[in-house]
């Protein structure tokens, strides 16, 4: 079967929410820093065991001043990444407020992934310990506990776990889909884009991605944005 997800990444400004999107789709870690005017958009297609998930995800700007437009992209979400910075302990604290946010206008089936960003800067600069992001992911799964929060920690400038946040998601959503406990829209084809296979990787290494079938193929990614 084919499957789309609509996915969309928030949290504070600059804790790196674009440079994992576009870490993702594109392999690309972007050289100029610029701030997401609104939203932005891309997708990528993932051959997942039996089934292929179009991961539709919505990049989404972290100052304050786009947050009406941000509303209108959260509403029919089937995951949200929210995403900090490791390395500043306020975009830590902002996390309660964003997972707020996204409950309420969500509402109670959204599947949620934490992620802590900026890994690569190591442990000296590092502001929020493992463990307060353990017991912060176990009260809030006590708190919401129907939406199993789960957190993972990356670098989209290293490339270091990115793939498996991605993956981990699918995952998950592939388990509820057997399950028949999610209802995903569906698509006939993916009309010659051709599905991307990924596996797990350790962390600190580059993740094995490969074309599914023939090389010469058509890039299974597209962008677009969208600015308030
Ligand atoms: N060291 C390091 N820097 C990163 C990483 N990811 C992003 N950055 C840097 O953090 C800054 C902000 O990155 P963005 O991806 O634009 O952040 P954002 O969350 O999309 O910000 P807004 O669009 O304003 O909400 C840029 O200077 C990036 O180069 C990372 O994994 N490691
Ligand atoms: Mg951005």
Same mark, same amino acid.
């Given at each position: 079967m084919n499957y789309i997800i609509k996915a969309a990444l928030v949290g504070d400004y600059s804790v790196g929410k674009t440079c994992i999107v576009s870490r993702f789709a594109k392999d690309i870690f972007p050289m100029y820093d610029i701030s997401t005017l609104g939203v932005d958009f891309d997708c990528k297609i993932i051959d997942f065991k039996e089934n292929n998930y179009k991961i539709q995800i919505w990049d989404t700007?972290?100052?304050?001043?786009?947050q009406s437009i941000v509303k209108s992209y959260i509403r029919d979400l089937n995951v949200c990444i929210v995403v900090f910075d490791v390395n500043q302990y306020k975009t830590f604290i902002n996390l309660k407020k964003w997972l707020e946010y996204i409950i309420c206008i969500a509402g109670d089936d959204i599947i949620l992934q934490i992620v802590g960003n900026k890994?690569? =800067?190591?442990?000296?600069?590092?502001?929020?310990?493992r463990e307060l992001i353990d017991e912060f992911c176990k009260e809030h799964n006590i708190e919401y506990k129907e939406h199993n929060i789960e957190y993972m920690e990356c670098s989209a400038k290293d490339d270091n776990n990115i793939d498996n946040i991605f993956l981990n998601i699918i995952e998950r959503i592939d388990n509820l889909v057997k399950e028949d406990k999610i209802n995903l829209k569906r698509y006939?084809?993916?009309?010659?884009v051709i599905p991307q296979k990924i596996k797990y990787s350790k962390s600190n290494s580059k993740l094995n991605t490969k074309s599914n079938?023939?090389?010469?193929?058509? =890039?299974n990614t597209s962008t677009c944005c969208i600015i308030a």
């Open positions: 700007a972290g100052q304050e001043k786009f890994i690569d =800067l190591g442990e000296n600069l590092r502001e929020v310990p006939g084809s993916f009309n010659e079938t023939k090389s010469n193929s058509k =890039l």
